[in-house]
């Protein structure tokens, strides 16, 4: 129940007018990226059951008729992508979006079999294929997202610094397409569990799809020293939806817990410690102005 709980508090399609702010393009992108996710989560022995687990909740519903506030982004973006005027009322540019989708050959039993085998731990049939068929109905023309599903889906032939590549360029994407979802965070230890991140990677994304953290780019490295690199953009997470009084999702909330070991040391140490904190936090909101 943890899982389907989180799943509902950290997701991009938690309510339909979350929703208006996506074109069918974009739903179309975000279910392309979700899936390559799982196919990379799938590949990892102590992530595979992460992947099994979202991908059951994905397919506990009959078809994808109407929109889900308990379900997956995953299965409401679909519903998105293979639904009728009405859901395409629900996007950005409605007109727009039902000009798309009748033009879009959704290769729908295909992502069913596939979603169906990840839930079942299994190996899916053909995965390589289903996702050159999903570029060319979805319109996914990025080279890097192509040359992450290459390295993706034949990681057991990959070199290791090729698998680096694929999965920092798949976090970039995540960071910028995927920010508030359900299964970044999964993504994200992964990477820093297994060391696949590389600064030899330049981060290539629309600079407006960065995230608009309070926090400059410039002081990423301290907050990193405070939680750990595995939790750093989870904390980011964090600091956003309390400066906006937002519900804070359990797993958002856990990247803060090495910071608050620091506070409570400090308050455990007494008096003369908490003071001398208040004293460097004035010293530095007075530094930061300058």
């Known amino acids: 129940m943890d899982f389907i709980r989180e799943i509902q508090e950290a997701r991009m399609t938690r309510t339909e007018s979350n929703t208006r702010r996506y074109s069918y393009r974009d739903c179309c992108e975000r279910a392309y990226l979700i899936l390559l996710v799982l196919e990379l989560m799938r590949k990892f022995p102590s992530y595979s059951r992460a992947a099994s ?46 000009r798309v989708r ?33 570029e060319s109905q979805f ?35 995540a960071r910028a397409r995927l920010r508030s979802s359900d299964i970044i965070s999964d993504l994200e230890t992964l990477a820093a569990d297994k060391n696949l991140e590389t600064s030899r990677v330049k981060d290539k994304q ?6 608009d953290s309070v926090i400059d780019n410039k002081d990423l490295v301290f907050l990193q020293q405070l939680v750990g690199k595995d939790k750093l953009f989870l904390a980011i997470k964090y600091i956003e939806l309390s400066q906006q009084g937002k519900t804070i999702p359990s797993n958002v909330a856990r990247a803060f ?26 010293l530095a909101k007075r530094n930061s102005k300058k």
Do not use: C, H, W
């Not at 295909?110 to 996702?131: C, D, H, M, W």
């Open 53 to 98: 687990g979202y991908a059951r909740s994905t397919s506990r519903f009959t078809g994808y008729d109407i929109f889900r506030a308990s379900a997956t982004d995953l299965y409401n973006f679909i519903y998105f992508i293979v639904g009728d005027d009405a859901a395409m009322e629900k996007l950005k540019d409605a007109e727009d979006a039902k």
């Open 102 to 134: 009748s033009n879009t050959q959704v290769p729908l039993m295909a992502i069913n079999r596939y979603v169906s085998k990840v839930a079942a731990g299994q190996e899916p049939t053909a995965a390589s294929e289903l996702f050159i068929k999903l």
């Open 139 to 173: 319109s996914i023309t990025s080279s890097s997202y192509k040359k992450i599903r290459r390295t993706v889906t034949n990681l057991d032939r990959a070199s290791a610094r090729d698998i680096r590549e694929a999965v920092t360029k798949l976090l970039y994407a």
């Open 206 to 211: 629309p600079t407006l799809s960065r995230p």
């Open 257 to 282: 817990d090495p910071a608050i070991e620091i506070l409570v040391d400090i308050v455990q140490g007494g008096p003369a410690y908490v003071s001398r904190l208040l004293q460097l936090q004035k």
